[in-house]
């Protein structure tokens, strides 16, 4: 046993610092980012993503994202065979666990593979488990680089910088990075297991960066205040589930609680998940994530426009003419911790 001293932050720990800006207007930053990846593939967007959720992980969010240049991790649970031709979008990532079934399609060797064939036109995959830290995750990592060397590989989740670098350097492009942060996961609470956020943003993106790797952000953003934040610490993506959630591109219906209009948002390590995807919770685990009613939000769009322009206003504050420079001018400053609640 060992004990860290060193005092690691979150996003409600911090505020940007302003700075002198000779940026006239918010229209001035440009919010698209020009990716090149280890790799050799190219990407370019606006690097906000939907979370692969169920709630949030759909192909109604994907619609609107990709109009906004922006990416949807799709839940693993939708049929990637749908004949919707939404599925051919680019923009829309298809999203895999370690399950038997998620590996045997995703690494059979058969040329009649139809997964190979679907993946065929993306540019991304990726690889979600809630633990990345075991040695069989980073080998099908390593074995998924080998048969699709011209896919972006999204890899995690991890909090560190050493696991960073082993990802990466198995053949991940960008790193999901988040233990416990997001508004319905417990594992944190369930298991003691995590990190403050921000400071495993900071860590993991130096590490990523030394090596030519990226990271996306994943979790813990309450405001559009924390996405810039995520962003001035170092992330190259921010990834979002609880702050999409409530909205109509959202799954489920609006139902109403105490006479106000809800929608259902759940973790995908919660009860309900487990209860709808594999039979309920396991004997040998505990749910690590909880069920929610969140009051509903309408469409999507004016949530997404919320979120573009506090990352523009944190821009024009610090003086970054667009998105790639605002690490390089992000100071942050302290906030005592009784006041944490007057920034959430």
């Known amino acids: 046993m060992r004990i860290e001293t060193e005092e690691k932050l979150d996003y409600s720990d911090v505020l940007i610092r302003p700075k002198r800006s000779t940026l006239t207007s918010r229209k001035n930053v440009s919010l698209k980012r020009d990716f090149v990846f280890r790799h050799g593939q190219e990407w370019t967007g606006v690097p906000v993503v939907a979370a692969n959720m169920d709630s949030t992980g759909t192909v109604e969010m994907g619609r609107v994202f990709s109009k906004n240049d922006m990416v949807t991790c799709l839940s ?152 810039a934040k995520a962003f001035g610490a170092g992330a190259d993506f921010v990834m979002l589930g609880g702050m999409l959630a409530g909205h109509d591109e959202c799954e489920g219906d609006v139902v109403e609680v105490d006479g106000i209009a809800h929608k259902r948002f759940y973790g995908m390590s919660s009860t309900t998940a487990m209860d709808r995807h594999s039979g309920g919770v396991a004997v040998h685990r505990a749910a690590e994530g909880k069920t929610v009613d969140v009051p509903y939000r309408g469409a999507v769009q004016d949530t997404i426009q919320e979120i573009l322009g506090g990352l523009r206003s944190a821009c024009t504050y610090v003086g970054a003419e667009n998105l790639k420079a605002l690490p390089k001018c992000t100071t942050f400053v302290r906030c005592r911790r009784q006041l944490n609640n007057i920034f959430q």
């Open 76 to 227: 693993k649970h939708i049929d990637m065979f749908d004949t919707d031709s939404d599925l051919e979008d680019p923009n829309m990532v298809p999203s895999y666990g370690m399950s038997v079934d998620d590996r045997n399609a995703l690494l059979s060797g058969s040329a009649e593979n139809m997964t190979r064939a679907f993946l065929e036109n993306k540019a991304f995959i990726c690889l979600d488990v809630a633990n990345g830290y075991m040695q069989g995750f980073v080998d099908y990592v390593r074995d998924v680089r080998q048969l699709y060397p011209d896919k972006i590989i999204i890899a995690g989740n991890v909090v560190t910088a050493e696991m960073t670098e082993a990802l990466i350097l198995a053949g991940a492009d960008i790193v999901k990075v988040g233990i416990g942060p997001g508004s319905v996961c417990t594992t944190r609470k369930v298991a003691g297991v995590g990190y403050p956020q921000l400071s495993a943003v900071i860590e993991c993106a130096d590490a990523a960066h030394g090596i030519g790797g990226h990271i996306m952000a994943d979790g813990g953003c309450t405001c559009p205040g924390d996405v």
